[in-house]
């Protein structure tokens, strides 16, 4: 089964850094490109960046660019989403996403998102 | 940035009916390069339609696309109470965006 698998919900301070991962399987990992997608509490669907784990080719959306860091570890088909300080505006649900295809594409398997809270 | 706006943002109806959605884009996207997600309160968002019109595996064939340029068309023909959900258009044309969202809800 093709599936990917986000690390557990997450709680911190402002100004802390955090990092989530998703991991793929049942897939040649290396061939397709993850995504991370923002959903503010309560918001739509924002698309944040994307990575191919072959050549960790790396597309920013210019609202993040900047703002978090994409990274992947082919040797354990996981790629992360990073920050290095924590804003409060930060809080919400955050699901990576394979892309059915070559760049661009549509995403065609989900991760079960993983919740971040930052409150002081 | 290519921009989506979905209207309406809010559609009530009732079990049985036909659901149309309206996703328009800021400037023409290929008809290879739009797709439609749906997503249930506190589950991940699933691809439904892609290039526009092809069912995603799974897809029901009461879930069908339509459309070109800039003016995209999502019709569920006779919903059923799984139905009643959000939707979402994204275009993969030129980079990638979302739209706001339409919310299906019961009547």
């Known amino acids: 089964e093709v599936q990917l698998v986000q690390s557990g919900a997450e709680v911190k301070k402002p100004g802390e850094s955090l990092n989530i991962s998703c991991k793929g399987s049942?897939?040649?990992?290396?061939?397709?490109?993850i995504a991370w997608v923002r959903q503010m509490p309560g918001k739509g669907l924002e698309w944040m960046g994307a990575?191919?784990?072959?050549?960790?080719?790396?597309r920013y959306s210019p609202s993040f660019q900047g703002q978090v860091t994409l990274s992947v570890d082919k040797s354990i088909s996981t790629a992360f989403l990073q920050w290095s300080s924590l804003k409060t505006s930060d809080t919400a649900m955050y699901y990576c996403?394979?892309?059915?295809?070559?760049?661009?594409?549509?995403?065609?398997?989900w991760g079960q998102g993983t919740m971040a809270t930052v409150s002081s | 940035e290519i921009v989506l706006t979905q209207s309406p943002g809010t559609l009530s109806l009732s079990p049985g009916e036909r659901a149309t959605l309206s996703c328009r884009a800021s400037?023409?996207?290929?008809?290879?390069?739009l797709a439609w997600y749906q997503q249930k309160p506190g589950q991940a968002p699933r691809l439904l339609i892609y290039?526009?019109?092809s069912r995603a595996a799974g897809s029901p064939d009461r879930f069908s696309g339509s459309g070109s340029g800039t003016d995209f068309t999502l019709t569920i023909s006779r919903l059923e109470p799984e139905d009643f959900a959000v939707y979402y258009c994204?275009?993969?044309?030129?980079?990638?965006?979302f739209g706001g969202g339409t919310k299906v809800e019961i009547k």
């Open positions: 990575i191919y784990p072959y050549d960790s080719d790396i």
């Open positions: 994204q275009q993969y044309h030129d980079s990638i965006t």
């Open positions: 290039g526009a019109s």
């Open positions: 400037q023409s996207v290929s008809s290879r390069s």
């Open positions: 049942g897939y040649r990992f290396t061939s397709y490109w």
């Open positions: 996403a394979r892309l059915g295809g070559r760049w661009p594409n549509a995403f065609d398997i």
